[in-house]
């Protein structure tokens, strides 16, 4: 007499809520992994600009000694000194936007050849969204750019 009464299907009740609230989290999930990924990009986009600022300020600074002693020529001369320093008061009057935790120059910021501003800077990125998850962890991601400049004395 039970059998008569019994709802047919009882046994598969909620299991669609279960997919449903599952898919939603994985949706989740991909919209916030897709939120970080843009956020890093546009980092990385604002470490360039800054570097090409960073260059372009050190390829027309000049080193004074050697301007004084031999003259301006067809270039302007560069050292490795003249280039880390210009860079780096360059950097330090820019704005570090609020996902990048920090930054700086790294090796091989100066010059090769003499007449080449050659500046690298290397930024650490905190996604907005699971940046707070990945604080747990200590990993923000390191981002490394460079950025070349010349300044041709014309005449």
């Known amino acids: ?29 991909l919209v916030m992994g897709g939120v970080d990924v843009t956020a890093v990009q546009l980092s990385r986009m604002h470490l360039i600009d800054v570097a090409d600022a960073a260059a372009v300020d050190a390829a027309d600074a000049i ?30 009057q820019q704005k570090k936007p609020a996902h990048i935790t920090s930054w700086g120059l790294i090796g091989g910021t100066g010059t090769t050849d ?16 699971l940046g707070g998850f990945m604080s747990f962890f200590d990993a923000d991601i390191s981002i490394t750019v460079e950025s070349r400049a010349r300044a041709d004395v014309g005449g």
């Open 114 to 129: 003499g007449r080449t501003a050659v500046v690298r800077l290397r930024g650490n990125v905190r996604p907005p969204l």
């Open 63 to 92: 080193d004074d000694p050697t301007v004084y002693q031999q003259g301006v020529g067809s270039n302007l001369r560069l050292t490795d000194r003249s280039v880390g320093t210009v860079a780096g008061s360059s950097l330090a």
């Open 1 to 29: 007499m039970s059998r008569l009464w019994a709802r047919p299907g009882r046994g598969d009740d909620g299991r669609i809520s279960i997919l449903i609230v599952g898919l939603f989290a994985l949706l989740g999930i």
